[in-house]
């Protein structure tokens, strides 16, 4: 079987990226407290040491970020949008695909549900188009990612990607709509 590249992109910090480190700092300082902003700045290095030249890939099957991977069948187009500010300490998660969306012009994010655990990707991005045209074109839609069709009656049931969640299924496809929702604005 014959895997193809439809995106690839390689990311390193750039000169906006530094800009932020000083905000960053002073925030932390007047925000939280000044004795923090030691591990504010080690975790920006660490960020940096981790995502310098770090390449995003997509392919027919799957997403890699850096070393990392995900299968497109586990992630829900409708939770495609903007990639959120990423906690320091998320780099250590395995759950977590992502490369720092402050050091890039655009960003991607997409949330999915893979062997039984929640899946994030958060990939800042200079040619946010591009990765989310490739995204789109090979994630399969939601109704196709379960192993049968979907519940018989419309209404609230499971939700398929979060097991903590209800989803709206309209009687061919599952919606957008969650419940507790995903976004304040859902409500």
Do not use: C, K, Y
């Amino acid at each position: 079987m014959t895997v193809s590249t439809q995106f690839t992109e390689r990311l390193r910090p750039s000169g906006r990226g530094w800009l932020w480190l000083p905000m960053i700092l002073a925030v932390t300082a007047l925000a939280i407290a000044p004795i923090i902003v030691p591990i504010a700045l080690l975790a920006w290095l660490v960020n940096l040491v981790r995502f310098w030249r770090v390449v995003v890939t997509v392919d027919d099957h799957t997403i890699r970020v850096g070393r990392r991977s995900a299968p497109l069948g586990a992630l829900d187009l409708t939770t495609l949008g903007r990639a959120q500010n990423t906690w320091p300490w998320r780099v250590f998660s395995r759950r977590w695909l992502g490369a720092n969306p402050i050091w890039t012009r655009d960003s991607v994010g997409i949330r999915g549900f893979h062997d039984g655990r929640p899946l994030w990707i958060s990939v800042g991005t200079d040619h946010r188009e591009e990765l989310v045209a490739a995204l789109v074109d090979r994630i399969p839609p939601a109704r196709e990612q379960r192993t049968n069709a979907g519940p018989v009656t419309g209404g609230w049931h499971a939700d398929p990607w979060d097991p903590t969640r209800s989803r709206w299924w309209d009687g061919s496809r599952w919606t957008g709509w969650t419940w507790p929702p995903q976004d304040p604005g859902d409500r």
